[in-house]
């Protein structure tokens, strides 16, 4: 028997006042109870218990490490209580990657929302349009928009976002506004450097896709920079509907070729590879779909 289960078969001993009581506490043997016990006292190298035929009595060692073993064993009970508890109500820390474009305009409100539900768990979160390394960086998760890297890190889906292509109206005015997907090879084309992809995959008239190739004038790792640049007149821009809408209302940026619209980017949460799932990582990744949802059918 382990150190903790001889300790465990020592307290029943005392607790029952014999080895014939405490054998029906534990459900074993007399026997085996009393070898636990030797075999703690040979650890020890200490007598714990003085034996007679009508009691068992504690020594003065006994007495002490009686003491000392109620606690002990309290302590681990309480740790499998937290153990078991920590599965199954979401509390601790969790620590996130999300690009800083998305986690500002659509992921802050999902999370003020969860923590205001979730009242145990912290959230720790880093907004930087890097890909972290979640292993190495000890990160929980991490939100990842658009096309994903093969890797060994497991993936779920919460949600997508529209893609569409805009520039200023001083833009268009001047280098003239493309009607097909050809005529961007005219144009200066904005690029977003942390795409997997090298280029923009576009929808042909018979719905095919199609590849174009960006610039080099200009590439950013952000989109809100890039929304900014094709603001400024610097040429055309492929963005998340998220980033661009408000310059779109306003009319800062106008769509183009909206008939030749991206597929949806994908939005996934990325986490390790394990058999369990942690139940603070879980409830997050719930609430972040169900959060999606919402806001699709809100139009927000």
């Not at 054998?23 to 636990?36: E, F, N, P, Q, R």
């Not at 218990?49 to 009970?77: C, D, P």
């Amino acid at each position: 028997m382990d150190r903790l289960g001889e300790m465990e078969a020592f307290v029943k001993v005392v607790e029952a006042g014999g080895f014939t009581g405490a054998a029906k506490l534990v459900g074993m043997s007399k026997s085996a109870v009393s070898k636990h016990v030797s075999s703690l006292e040979t650890r020890l190298g200490a007598q714990l218990l003085q034996r007679t035929t009508r009691k068992v009595t504690l020594t003065e060692i006994g007495q002490s490490y009686y003491e000392h073993a109620l606690r002990a064993i309290a302590a681990a009970e309480e740790a499998d209580s937290v153990a078991s508890a920590m599965q199954s109500t979401p509390q601790g820390n969790l620590r996130l990657s999300a690009p800083l474009s998305f986690g500002v305009k659509r992921l802050m409100p999902a999370i003020t929302a969860y923590l205001e539900a979730y009242p145990k768990v912290t959230i720790e979160l880093e907004l930087e349009d890097r890909f972290v390394d979640l292993m190495s960086e000890n990160f929980d998760a991490a939100v990842r928009i658009g096309d994903l890297p093969l890797s060994s890190l497991r993936a779920r889906r919460i949600g997508e976002v529209r893609g569409m292509l805009c520039a200023s109206p001083a833009y268009l005015a001047a280098r003239g506004t493309p009607e097909t997907i050809e005529d961007l090879a005219g144009h200066e084309l904005l690029t977003y450097s942390n795409r997997v992809r090298s280029g923009w995959i576009l929808r042909g008239p018979k719905g095919e896709e199609r590849t174009v190739r960006t610039g080099r004038r200009l590439m950013v790792n952000n989109g809100d920079a890039l929304s900014q640049a094709a603001e400024a007149g610097l040429g055309i821009v492929h963005s998340p509907e998220f980033i661009c809408r408000d310059a779109l209302d306003a009319g800062r940026l106008v769509e183009i070729l909206p008939e030749s619209r991206p597929d949806p980017f994908g939005i996934h949460v990325l986490f390790p590879p394990g058999r369990h799932l942690h139940p603070k990582l879980r409830s997050l990744i719930d609430h972040l779909v169900d959060w999606m949802k919402e806001a699709d059918r809100s139009g927000s």
